[in-house]
């Protein structure tokens, strides 16, 4: 295999469920040795969350589970045991990063905080993912992805102005919290190479929420500035066509309002009625009754084309427009594959699936992938002999409850 950009970072992965392995599949995917340490029996929690493959509720068919951990080595190991600890410092003389996402206070309480494990390896950097982050008076609060992103700011002004707030789908800002988390911890670790000294990475969720490019930076920023706080349904306004509509399969999305609606119109073959000058008055595009006037001839006209006659159309006369997918048609598109962006792996539990891939290109230390996500234990014996421990070893550790 060819040379990857992360290969000669070592980490021991002690996250469990989104946030932390997300950070931490990022490493392994370009290459790091991420060494996953999961309690004995019972293994990350993210292993009892679905989908699970065939609907067969099993820890080792989460494909959440299987996909946050590709890359990734997996053995287990208890750290409230006295020997179970003994080994984790052993493992940390060999390690470059530690990643964790255990509530603040859980290290300090093993004896195994920065603080305890810096001396053991100065060089050591330690990510450390928490709700609220390691200090302040919320430190020890518990939080929710929503209660993350509607304390970031941005949700008071997501939905339609008449109903309560909206949150993006599913857990797009915990996932985002792992990747700011990744992008903190490289920094980290090759300020460690160049400064000779090691470093504690301090993420909070709220915080990488609260500051991201998404609205949320932009509105705190308006908001220092003007005291404006944006409410819901104003980011579009009564401009024209800005929105969703229903076509011939499925639905379309469209904002090309504003100076940019005669191109909206010569998608649509420049029909007379829209050539009358009503339309391009500087008031036409705040004009609700004109808006609503245009949408019903628009919806007319998606309602006779497939979404991707739409998007092609649109992409040529310049508007910014694309197809709304379902997840059968993400999977066909040819961008997606002529681009490889999709990869099949074969878990011994599942066989083959196909996942997505890579999260971006690099030509001369591409990303890879080695191994599926690990079974409970998978690598024990192979990562604890490296270790210098014998079978005999690994066979009292066992039977002790530390492996």
């Known amino acids: ?46 292993r009892n969350m679905g989908p699970f493959y065939k609907d067969d509720p099993h820890p080792e068919k989460s494909g959440l589970f299987m996909y946050l951990n590709t890359n990734k080595r997996g053995i287990t190991l208890n750290l409230k045991s006295a020997m ?18 255990f509530k603040p206070g859980v290290m300090e309480r093993l004896g195994l905080s920065y ?17 609220f982050g390691q200090t302040g008076p919320y430190r020890d609060y ?38 700011v988390a990744a992008t903190a911890t490289m920094i980290a670790f090759y300020g460690s190479r160049y400064e000779d000294m090691g470093r504690h990475v301090d993420v909070s969720i709220l915080e990488t929420q609260a500051d991201t490019v998404d609205g949320r930076l932009s ?8 005291g404006r706080v944006t409410p819901r349904g104003s980011i579009l306004g009564a401009q024209y066509p800005a929105g969703t509509f229903p076509c011939a399969d499925g639905y379309f999305r469209i904002a090309s309002g504003g100076p940019r609606f005669s191109r909206a119109v010569e998608m649509m073959g420049n029909p007379p009625e829209l050539l009358d000058p009503k339309w391009y008055t500087p008031q036409a595009p705040g004009d609700p ?32 427009s694309a197809p709304f997918y379902s997840m059968d048609e993400v999977y066909d598109d040819p961008q997606y594959n002529e681009r490889g962006f999709f990869t099949e792996v074969d878990h011994p539990m599942t066989g083959k699936v196909r996942y997505p891939g890579r999260p971006f290109i690099m030509e001369k230390t591409p990303w890879q992938l080695r191994r599926p996500a690990p ?15 014998a079978k005999e070893d690994l066979v009292m550790l066992r039977e002790t409850g530390t492996i």
């Open 219 to 226: 509105a705190l920023v308006s908001y220092q500035y003007s």
């Open 375 to 389: 079974l409970l234990g998978q690598h024990n014996w192979e990562v604890y002999s490296e270790m210098g421990y």
């Open 289 to 320: 009754a004109l808006k609503e006037e245009f949408e019903a001839y628009f919806m007319e006209f998606t309602l006779q084309h497939t979404k991707r006659e739409l998007f092609k159309m649109g992409q040529e006369t310049g508007n910014l």
């Open 84 to 101: 179970g600890k003994g080994i984790f410092k052993e493992m940390v003389k060999r390690a470059d990063v530690v990643v964790e996402n």
């Open 142 to 179: 518990k939080l929710t992805e929503l209660m993350a992103f509607g304390m970031g700011g941005p949700m008071h002004s997501k939905g339609d102005p008449e109903r309560e707030p909206l949150k993006y789908g599913l857990t797009v800002s915990i996932y985002h919290s792992g990747i």
């Open 1 to 46: 295999m060819a040379q990857q950009a992360l290969s000669d970072m070592k980490v021991i992965d002690l996250t469990h469920y989104i946030a932390g392995p997300a950070c931490t599949k990022l490493l392994a995917d370009y290459g790091a040795d991420v060494i996953k340490i999961e309690p004995p029996g019972v293994g990350d929690g993210a």
């Open 115 to 131: 603080a305890d494990i810096e001396t053991i390896n100065p060089k050591l950097v330690m990510t450390s993912i928490s709700n």
